[in-house]
């Protein structure tokens, strides 16, 4: 079995395991506390970048997502999550033997939960940085995880702010590790939102640099 699932059909109470998150977050306010009760729960932790240097520091396990995918950070981070074995393991459906078969077979172990904040392109913008600067603050692997693991929210955790980190901890607290249907439906509803936002924000940017 690629996963672990727990359902009623009829409550549509369906709880799946957390084995494999991708951590990687540009706020990393409360995330060692969060990463060290993933552990807790035997959960391997994957990262990127400074997030993964901020988890090892402080004694967590991590596992660099170049390790993971054999592919290393490029174009001075522009590419670093943008790989199939990342979104492969993001958007593989648990419940396809079809599916299971090529994530088998590419080498693309699931990944339960993405944990992403974005570049802060807004602030950026607001702190009066010139053009290039704030082109640099468009976040592209972000949003692309995020969006993946809403999709597939039958399967995967997306958390996006660390105001959800309670709510998902006491969520697998109670479920032996795993997360509710209704947690994850809530939490990929609020990534589509934030991604929505996101990109109103830099359509904004762009429209005010154009007519200027």
């Known amino acids: 079995d690629i996963h672990q699932t727990r359902c009623n059909q009829t409550t549509h109470f369906c709880a799946?395991?957390?084995q494999r998150a991708l951590i990687s977050v540009s706020d990393k306010t409360g995330i060692i506390d969060f990463a060290k009760k993933l552990q807790?729960?035997?959960?391997?932790?994957?990262?990127?970048?400074?997030?993964?240097k901020a988890i090892r520091d402080a004694g967590i396990p991590v596992k660099d997502v170049s390790e993971h995918t054999g592919f290393p950070e490029c174009l001075g981070g522009r590419v670093k999550t943008l790989h199939p074995k990342v979104h492969?393991?993001?958007l593989g459906r648990r419940d396809m033997a079809e599916h299971a078969e090529a994530m088998k077979e590419f080498d693309m172990?699931?990944?339960?939960?993405?944990?992403?904040?974005l570049y802060p392109f807004e602030s950026t913008v607001a702190a009066g940085k010139d053009f290039p600067t704030c082109i640099e603050n468009i976040d592209i692997g972000g949003p692309a995880m995020l969006r993946a693991a809403a999709k597939n929210h039958d399967a995967v955790?997306?958390?996006?702010?660390?105001?959800?980190?309670?709510?998902?901890l006491s969520d697998m607290a109670s479920n032996n590790g795993a997360t509710t249907l209704t947690t994850r439906r809530n939490l990929a509803g609020a990534a589509y939102t934030l991604t929505a936002q996101y990109d109103t924000a830099i359509s904004q940017?762009?429209?005010?640099?154009?007519s200027a």
């Open 16 to 18: 799946m395991s957390i």
């Open 40 to 52: 807790e729960f035997n959960v391997e932790i994957l990262s990127t970048g400074g997030t993964a």
């Open 109 to 117: 172990p699931p990944i339960d939960m993405v944990v992403v904040n």
């Open 205 to 210: 940017w762009f429209a005010q640099q154009n």
């Open 88 to 90: 492969g393991g993001i």
């Open 157 to 168: 955790t997306v958390i996006t702010s660390s105001s959800q980190y309670e709510t998902v």
